[in-house]
């Protein structure tokens, strides 16, 4: 056997494993994808109603926490937030305690503009998930959070 025909042997096409895998990796960038072209008419990035969902479940979050559930560096917020304040959509306030920690509240405009984008994503949740039935979309929620568990680094 050459060298040629022994590497082929042990290359994953054929294992269901990683062709599963790729499946699901395609399937999250097509979602990404999606989402991002849904949102641009409401002059939104999937990065920033990830912000604003965040803080209208919970308020006067901090920088470091937002960052931190984002699973993105703080560098990521520092450079994403002062855009959406200068669009009036969060506020950050010095915190009482600490004056080194920013707490971040959505404004009535930022709730507004969450409200609206909800309905764009929640569509395409639905579309993207209309072809699972209820048990099989609990399969496979479940089976992503196994992944994530199997994967997590902290």
Known sequence: MNNKQELSQ?????????RNWVAVARACHAVERAVAAALAPLDLKPAQLDVLMNLY???????????RKLLVGRSNITMLLPQMEKRKLLKREG???DKRVLRLTLTAEG?????????????LIEKAMSQSTPAECDALGEQMRRVEDVLKTD
Not at 60 to 65: E, L, N
């Open 95 to 97: 915190d009482a305690k």
């Open 57 to 67: 479940r919970h308020p006067g979050m901090s920088q470091h926490d937002l960052a």
């Open 10 to 18: 042990n290359l994953p096409w054929d294992n269901p494993r990683f």
């Open 111 to 123: 709730e507004k503009l969450l409200m609206k984008a909800l309905k764009v994503h929640t569509a």
